[in-house]
Nanobody, 116 residues
Framework: QVPLVESGGGLVQPGGSLRLSCTIS????????VGWYRQAPGKQRELVAM???????HYADDVEGRSNIGYDDGENTVDLQMNSLKSDDRAVYYC??????????WGQGTQVTVAS
């Protein structure tokens, strides 16, 4: 198992911003893609954003235009910047690293709470 550790969650007011980080213990190059997912109370886990090592990114419709996913090679992280946060963004956020053979590795999650 290659550990993935999420950080950066917390309490933020509506309209605020958070930067979530997924720290990878080995080289990010081990993974073809890294995704950020979230699971809100009473809902299934859903994809928020994904970035491929080759460059392409994908975003869920709800976060398109107010989120950005990218690599920070110096910190060995994949970061998710989320702006204009709203109550529907409240969830546990997980990062997932996907190897070429399809094997997935998940972190433990970080809680994001949006409340005034």
């Amino acid at each position: 198992q290659v550990p993935l550790v999420e950080s950066g969650g917390g309490l933020v007011q509506p309209g605020g911003s958070l930067r979530l980080s997924c720290t990878i213990s080995e080289s990010i190059n081990r993974y073809n893609a890294v995704g950020w997912y979230r699971q809100a109370p009473g809902k299934q886990r859903e994809l928020v954003a994904m970035i491929f090592r080759t460059g392409p990114t994908h975003y869920a419709d709800d976060v398109e235009g107010r989120s950005n996913i990218g690599y920070d090679d110096g910190e060995n992280t994949v970061d998710l910047q989320m702006n204009s946060l709203k109550s529907d963004d409240r969830a546990v956020y997980y990062c997932e690293g996907r190897e070429q053979n399809g094997v997935e590795h998940w972190g433990q999650g970080t809680q994001v709470t949006v409340a005034s």
